[in-house]
Nanobody, 124 residues
């Protein structure tokens, strides 16, 4: 059974840092583009960052560019999202996503697998 499991969320003060992890199992990790999305209750799921399965390029939403860094460890089937200089507006549930043999994507359409999410709360 294909699975994505996120961890690393929590409560942090504005300006602080967190690193999220996403561990994949049950599918060929290397064949999938891995993305991070976030969602606030009542709002649409928003693409945060993505790593292409084709050219290993990475992309970031403008709102997180320069503060978030996505990395991948294929040996551990794990993707990390390092988040720095966190802002109140980064508060959301963060989801890991996998899309088969895809380039960069920022919309939730066409995602093959989703994790259950991890809560990130940034306080003032």
């Amino acid at each position: 059974e294909a699975q994505l499991v996120e961890s690393g969320g929590g409560l942090v003060q504005a300006g602080g840092s967190l690193t999220l992890s996403c561990v994949a199992s049950g599918f060929t990790f290397d064949d999938y583009a891995i993305g991070w999305f976030r969602q606030v209750a009542g709002q649409e799921r928003e693409g945060v960052s993505c790593l292409s399965a084709i050219d290993r390029d990475t992309d970031y939403a403008d709102s997180v560019k320069g503060r978030f860094t996505l990395s991948r460890d294929n040996a551990k089937n794990t993707v990390y999202l390092q988040m720095e200089r966190l802002k109140l507006e980064d508060t959301a549930v963060y989801y890991c996503a996998a899309r088969y043999y895809s380039g960069i994507y920022s919309r939730p359409d066409g995602v093959d697998y989703w994790g259950k999410g991890t809560q990130v709360t940034v306080s003032s």
